[in-house]
């Protein structure tokens, strides 16, 4: 369904990984945003399940075998809601939504860190609709397109802001579904490898570890959420 590509972001090679349905097109776009492993099987695996839906799906590698320094700034960038990561990320959103196979609306759905950049790109309003999953809340959300979320209950660092976003978002008149799951920790949809790691230091915080019935739950909500806001008529934002 999918395979390996390099994009070419402001003339610089980025690598990435792009999924296509199986017939029909063009098709809305949604791009894939990692957590801090960047771009692995794991990854290849949701975009592949995303275009399974029926969208033209990329996930770019923002780390590319950098190592931590690459991370630490990704990770900066995020907190500072601006930089060259964020650059690159909106011009991935460019580049799928000016594809001939692309139907010209997009949606990115993220996971960690990269569920942070989901909610950032949705709060910019670069994206008809986000899904952000256990991923950093932005400060300002008054002008972001419709969002869907998922945090674990386990998850006591990230979960925190939760109700203030969905709270903010119903007050500015936002579509929303937030959820946040008993028994789940931070990265309950992911499977990657080097989860084991963090599961070891960051249990007490962040309680990591895949769990099926809350993903796979997470996943039947993002379907419907992207499919009203990428396969129907984008609602009216507030001004």
Not at 13 to 22: E, F, R
Not at 208 to 214: C, I, K, L, Q, W
């Given at each position: 369904m999918g395979g390996d590509l390099t994009l070419y972001i402001s003339g610089d090679?980025?690598?990435?990984?792009?999924?296509?349905?199986?017939?029909?097109?063009?098709?809305?776009g949604v791009v894939v945003l990692?957590?801090?492993f960047g771009l692995?099987?794991?990854?290849?695996?949701?975009?592949?399940?995303?275009?399974?839906?029926?969208?033209?799906?990329?996930?770019?590698?923002?780390?590319?075998?950098?190592?931590?320094?690459?991370?630490?700034?990704?990770?900066?960038?995020?907190w500072r809601g601006e930089g060259n990561n964020v650059d690159t990320v909106e011009a991935v959103i460019t580049w799928l939504r000016s594809r001939a196979d692309c139907s010209g609306k997009v949606g990115a759905i993220g996971f960690c860190m990269g569920g942070g950049y989901a909610f950032l790109l949705g709060a910019k309003q670069k994206v008809d609709?986000?899904?952000s999953n256990y991923g950093q809340i932005p400060d300002d959300l008054a002008n972001s397109c419709p969002v869907v979320a998922s945090y674990g209950?386990?998850?006591r660092f990230l979960r925190r802001g939760a109700q203030g976003a969905r709270a903010a978002l119903e007050e500015a008149g936002i579509d929303n579904d937030f959820?946040?799951?008993?028994?789940?920790?931070?990265g309950f949809m992911n499977q990657a490898e080097g989860h084991r790691l963090i599961e070891t230091l960051g249990r007490p915080l962040l309680a990591?570890?895949?769990?099926?019935?809350?993903a796979e739950d997470a996943w039947v909500r993002i379907g419907a959420f992207f499919a009203k806001y990428l396969n129907g008529e984008r609602l009216p934002q507030p001004e």
């Open positions: 090679p980025i690598p990435g990984y792009l999924s296509a349905p199986d017939s029909g097109g063009p098709w809305p990692h957590q801090a692995d099987d794991d990854i290849r695996r949701i975009t592949d399940r995303v275009a399974s839906l029926g969208y033209l799906a990329v996930a770019p590698d923002l780390v590319d075998g950098g190592g931590w320094g690459c991370i630490a700034r990704i990770a900066r960038d995020l609709v986000t899904a209950a386990e998850d959820k946040i799951y008993r028994g789940a920790g931070h990591v570890g895949y769990r099926r019935d809350a």
